[in-house]
């Protein structure tokens, strides 16, 4: 993930309040990301990833969009999305670090287009 130039890069995470997801998040500040975007249903989760982004990168120096999101509804990440390029101008890196325990294997959350 590192570059070999300055230019700043723009990233659009799911699900990165905890684990391996928030080390993710903070490896993008860490690599160079000066924008960046999370979503997590998860608040309080979101506001520690920011702060440990803000850590590794200077206080000030990312900016930061935290969205609460429930990425199983189409209509919030299109929100995330557009949030996102409206703040940005464009995303270089999405990841989607979401997972869901299912009680069987083999279940599924479907998304529905709306």
Request: a negative charge; charged letters at 25%.
């Amino acid at each position: 993930m590192r570059s070999s130039n300055n230019h700043e890069h723009d990233s659009a995470s799911t699900d990165f309040a905890q684990g391996i997801s928030q080390a993710t998040a903070v490896s993008f500040a860490r690599e160079g990301c000066t924008k960046i975007v999370l979503a997590d249903r998860d608040e309080k989760g979101l506001e520690q990833t920011q702060r440990l982004i803000n850590e590794v990168a200077g206080e000030g120096k990312a900016e930061i969009i935290a969205v609460k999101t429930d990425v199983t509804s189409a209509e919030q990440i299109d929100s995330l999305v557009q949030s996102a390029v409206k703040q940005f101008g464009r995303i270089d890196y999405a990841i989607n670090g979401a997972g869901e325990h299912m009680e069987s294997p083999g279940s599924f959350v479907r998304l529905k287009d709306d």
